[in-house]
């Protein structure tokens, strides 16, 4: 299995710009397919973007995601980023970083390891 540990979220203004990390460790980390949800009070957890293996291909929640949304990895330190631009209020929850043995689909089910979670708030 693999263990994963966000970092990177606070508290930030409308507009900015936020870059999470999430290091793995345990298993081959280059095996994983990787994604980023989050959840906000009340609501389901959600997905925002995944990453293939190696990196060639991504996935996002919806072409508006796409615009602000970066999902990289690094392969080489075990880490894989979620680079967030113009955020907006709508943008705060917590975020967690999924792994899972392959690609079997992009919803929460789909995915068998997890992270705590990082804080991201977004408020002028």
């Known amino acids: 299995q693999v263990q994963l540990a966000e970092s990177g979220g606070g508290l930030v203004q409308p507009g900015d710009s936020l870059r999470l990390s999430c290091i793995g460790s345990?298993?081959?980390?280059?095996?994983?397919?990787l994604s980023w949800f989050r959840q906000s009070p009340g609501k389901e957890r959600e997905f925002v973007a995944a990453?293939?293996?190696?990196?060639?291909?991504?996935?996002f929640k919806d072409c508006s995601m796409k615009g602000r949304v970066t999902i990289s990895r690094d392969n080489a330190i075990n880490t894989v980023f979620l680079q967030m631009n113009n955020l907006n209020p709508a943008d705060t929850a917590i975020y967690y970083c999924?792994?899972?043995?392959?690609?079997?689909?992009?919803?929460?089910?789909?995915?068998?390891?997890w992270g705590r979670g990082t804080q991201v708030t977004v408020s002028a």
């Open positions: 990453i293939d293996e190696k990196g060639t291909h991504t996935y």
């Open positions: 999924a792994a899972a043995s392959g690609y079997y689909g992009l919803q929460a089910g789909d995915f068998d390891y």
């Open positions: 345990g298993r081959t980390f280059s095996n994983y397919f």
